[in-house]
């Protein structure tokens, strides 16, 4: 049984025993990629921690053929057969019983060997299918352990605090590549076809970081000029046979951030390669194992001619992030996982900061406004959200917390933090944390104190309510008489704004950013540390002032309505910058949501931005008209029609100032061409006659073989604008390029979600049946569904298909349950109405959801929240729309 331990004042964990700790592991594995299986071997040095005769590790699906130890304690120098072996199914452990007992202080080293096999569950030490340049299908051997899954591989200490140092032999065919964290010591031939792989000693790290892979592989190869590091990484990208150039941009993006991060970090990267290799089955993004990273293909394989120019940089956002992990992680890793964000948050941060190092023209920082800070503050709007620092008491827990609030509320944190102190006070701090916990665990207090002492800010003091609390606030502003002076209130933000007292406890430390017109960004920052305080602005004599300048603290503001119009002015007369002119308008619907403002104010609002040109306001516009559409599918037609009005009257005349080719001199860049395909999209979602007639006369000579009808980033817009207005036969041609594996496969997976735009039932349950089906993989079957619930039929029947196959689903996916919450997530979140709320709620309390409870608390509350809103303001939108023409 595990023991129970307690650190800090309220969290309970599920911890091994601490009479024996880990110092090195020997492994050998044996996989064999044909019979699905592999044997193993581990020694294992311990410490004795306390005087004990029994032994308990982890060991999860694995079959122990013998157990014996070696003791200085005993009498004789061979082994001693464990007395019993008893396996824990529910505590995925093994207890070894000895004859002997051991004393405190004495070294003792376990042999263990055992079986397992190579599963198709996508964790553990697992298979993953890919087709060789002659169409033949075959497996590869690869690793998945965080955060609990290096049990499955073989038997251990699977805690981030029990590290230790891996020497790791893998025993497999000649003809085949291995590959694990380090580089290879040596290679000698073991008989019968077969080689053993030995590669060098690890660093002190913790196992669910450890990683090894068998198959046959290719790979590119390139260096860092060792100018930061004392000495050149080889860098590698291994692939499936054939596919390797595709990883030509990914590898020229990782030496760039390597010695970047080695510069920023002030120490050199410590193993002495990097291999990054893609996985044709993975059930998360990517993995950051040390200096073996592990990633979906379309994470890491960029087609030059044909990815779009998203893909292209969702690939150097995930390889940045991973990266970031090679120090923020695996050098210091975090104590708990109740301290996840530590690794996560950071990482999302400064891969963001890499990113914009290297790719100043895609201007990130302003992306992450919509792409992090508004999904975190969407997420965390919800009374089932949770702390930034969450407790955690088992591991079943632990999958529940990798959430837009670790990432994206962590990374939020950070850049509010970072701005307040400035960069290179933080990047002081961080340099003196990560030297003084290298190669151990630290706590967020730890990362506090650092940055406390570079900065001389008591750090501590303010940052621990933001990652403690759950929540946030929202400030709102009265203006004073006498025109000079504002009064801020701040109070917790719920987006259903029913908050209690209960609720509403906590005083943030608030810096306010307030800016005027006239300052010139130059006034210090103002910080809110009560509940309520007066600042002084000078209102009067002022076109407009804002609050939360750049957008970068986690807060929604209220204004008054006199302040609302003049900020729409100078939005209006291009005033305001970008990155305020997101703040202003996801502010304002995100108001209206809640309540604490009518829809129609931020509907008047959107008049102020006729002239924007900026991508990334229009994408969060058209997320929110999106959302809009959603909410209101339970009006009337009239109604409907209207929203589509509304919205075709922003997005149509987009497409006629883009058009549908980018510039001839070829200097357009990349967030234009997505601006394009996004008014391509919505207006073509929203009725318009020319774009749809266009979208499909495109659609046709581009599947006669004109493939220069669509840009890497039109291709998606018109092929989910053309099945939306379409039958079965663009259903089928979208179909068929998602099956063609020589196509990109960021566009095969765009094609997977195009088709989920059928509005016939027919093809929707068709769709669905396909999602099941060996053409999909598991990891990519919301990619097939995720569409489904934007269009008026669709809802009901995915609904319906969730239901009837979710035992079918929970076997597939019962080692990572997390994604039953991805699935729980889509097929609910189209539902508006108290009653959807009641059935789904019903369905889900009588089957075992413990796994992923959080997402289905946190389905449940949008669908009523939702429901809420249209009920609040149905009446106030439909006179909006009578009285602006539409």
């Not at 291995?178 to 019968?192: E, I, P, Q, Y």
């Not at 030297?435 to 003091?461: I, R």
């Not at 291709?715 to 379409?726: K, Q, S």
Request: with cysteine.
């Amino acid at each position: 049984m595990c023991t129970s331990a307690t650190h800090g004042a309220s969290e309970e964990r599920e911890l091994l025993p601490t009479n024996v700790s880990p110092i090195h592991y020997v492994l050998l594995l044996a996989p064999d990629l044909e019979s699905l299986t592999y044997t193993g071997e581990v020694s294992i040095k311990v410490r004795i921690n306390e005087a004990t005769s029994d032994i308990v590790l982890h060991s999860n699906e694995l079959d122990i053929k013998s157990a014996s130890i070696v003791s200085t304690a005993f009498q004789s120098e061979e082994p001693v057969a464990a007395s019993s072996i008893t396996l824990k199914k529910e505590d995925e452990t093994v207890s070894l019983a000895f004859a002997q007992t051991m004393s405190r202080g004495d070294e003792a080293t376990l042999n263990i060997k055992f079986s397992g096999v190579l599963n198709d569950l996508m964790v553990g030490f697992y298979r993953s299918k890919y087709t060789d340049a002659e169409g033949n299908s075959k497996n590869m051997a690869t690793t998945q352990f965080e955060p609990t899954d290096a049990r499955r591989a073989f038997p251990c200490w699977d805690e981030p605090m029990q590290k230790a140092t891996f020497d790791v032999t893998l025993r497999v065919k000649e003809n085949l590549t291995a590959l694990s964290n380090m580089d290879v010591a040596r290679t000698t031939t073991s008989g019968d076809g077969l080689k053993d792989v030995v590669f060098n000693t690890t660093p002190v790290m913790s196992t669910y970081l450890l990683a090894f892979i068998v198959g046959e592989l290719d790979y590119i190869e390139g260096t860092t000029s060792g100018k930061h590091n004392g000495r050149p990484i080889p860098c590698r990208v291994y692939t499936a046979p054939g596919n390797s150039e595709k990883g030509r941009f990914a590898l020229n993006v990782a030496v760039q951030v390597l010695e970047y991060f080695a510069d920023v970090f002030g120490i050199a990267y410590p193993l002495p390669k990097l291999d990054q290799i893609a996985i044709n089955d993975f059930e998360s993004g990517a993995m950051e194992n040390w200096g073996l990273i592990t990633y979906r293909e379309v994470a890491l394989l960029v087609d030059e001619a044909n990815s779009s120019s998203r893909s292209k940089q969702y690939v150097a956002e995930v390889v940045s992030h991973e990266l970031a992990h090679q120090w923020f992680g695996n050098l210091v890793t975090m104590e708990w996982w109740s301290e996840l964000w530590l690794n996560e948050g950071f990482a999302t941060w400064v891969g963001t900061l890499a990113v914009d190092h290297i790719f100043p023209e895609y201007h990130i920082w302003t992306q992450f406004l919509v792409d992090d800070l508004q999904r975190a503050l969407s997420l965390d709007a919800l009374r089932s959200s949770h702390p930034i620092q969450v407790p955690v008491r088992r591991s079943a827990d632990i999958s529940q917390i990798f959430d837009a609030i670790s990432y994206s509320k962590g990374a939020s944190a950070i850049r509010m933090l970072s701005s307040y102190i400035g960069l290179d006070s933080f990047f002081k701090g961080i340099r003196a944390y990560l030297q003084k916990h290298k190669y151990a665990n630290a706590s967020t207090d730890d990362l506090w104190n650092a940055l406390s002492e570079a900065s001389g800010v008591n750090v501590t003091q303010f940052m621990a309510l933001w990652t403690r609390k759950i929540g946030y606030p929202i400030i709102t502003v009265s203006e004073l008489e006498g025109g000079s002076q504002i009064k801020i209130h701040q109070s917790r933000y719920l987006s259903s704004g029913n908050v209690t007292d209960a609720e509403d406890q906590t005083e943030w430390w608030v810096p306010l950013g307030i800016d005027t017109a006239e300052s010139n960004g130059q006034r210090p920052i103002d910080v809110l540390t009560t509940r309520e305080s007066v600042f002084d602005v000078p209102v009067s004599s002022s076109k407009w002032y804002k609050l939360n300048k750049g957008t970068v603290g986690i807060y929604r503001v209220k204004y008054p309505a006199s302040a609302v119009a003049k900020l729409a002015q100078g939005i209006a007369d291009g005033e305001l910058s970008i990155n305020d002119r997101i703040g202003v308008i996801t502010d304002a619907a995100s108001l209206a949501t809640s309540g604490h403002s009518n829809t129609s104010d931020y509907l008047t609002l959107l008049r102020a931005y006729g002239n924007e040109t900026e991508f990334v306001v229009w994408q969060d516009i058209a997320l929110r008209i999106d959302a809009l559409k959603a909410v209101w599918a339970n009006e009337t037609d009239e109604i409907k029609s209207k929203i589509h009005a509304l919205s075709r009257s922003l997005f149509s005349p987009l497409v006629q100032r883009l058009g549908w080719e980018a510039s001839a001199d070829g200097s357009e860049d990349s967030l234009t061409s997505r601006l394009r395909a996004l008014a391509i999209r919505a207006a073509g979602f929203d009725g318009d006659t020319e774009v749809i007639a266009e979208a499909r006369r495109r659609f046709a000579e581009f599947f006669n073989g004109n493939k220069s009808v669509f840009n890497t980033d039109t291709l998606r817009a018109a092929f989910g604008v053309t099945v939306y207005n379409g039958g079965r036969a663009e259903f089928d041609k979208v179909k068929g390029y998602f099956l063609d594996q020589t196509n990109p496969i960021d566009q095969r997976l765009s094609a997977l979600t195009s088709l989920g735009f059928a509005t016939d039932p027919d093809l929707i349950r068709e769709l669905l049946e396909f999602a099941m089906s060996e053409h999909v993989r598991n990891q990519d079957v919301h990619q097939a569904i995720s569409a489904i619930p934007t269009t008026g039929p669709g809802r009901d029947i995915l609904w319906e298909w969730y239901q009837n196959n979710y035992t079918l689903l929970v076997g597939r996916y019962r080692a990572s349950m997390s994604y039953m919450g991805a699935l729980v997530r889509i097929s609910t979140g189209g539902f508006i109405g108290y009653d959807k709320a009641d059935e789904v709620e019903k369905f889900l309390s009588e089957r075992d959801t413990a796994k992923f409870q959080r997402v289905v608390d946190q389905s449940l509350e949008k669908i009523r929240s939702n429901t809420a809103w249209f009920n609040k303001d149905r009446e106030d939108v439909k006179t909006w729309l009578a009285n602006n023409g539409f």
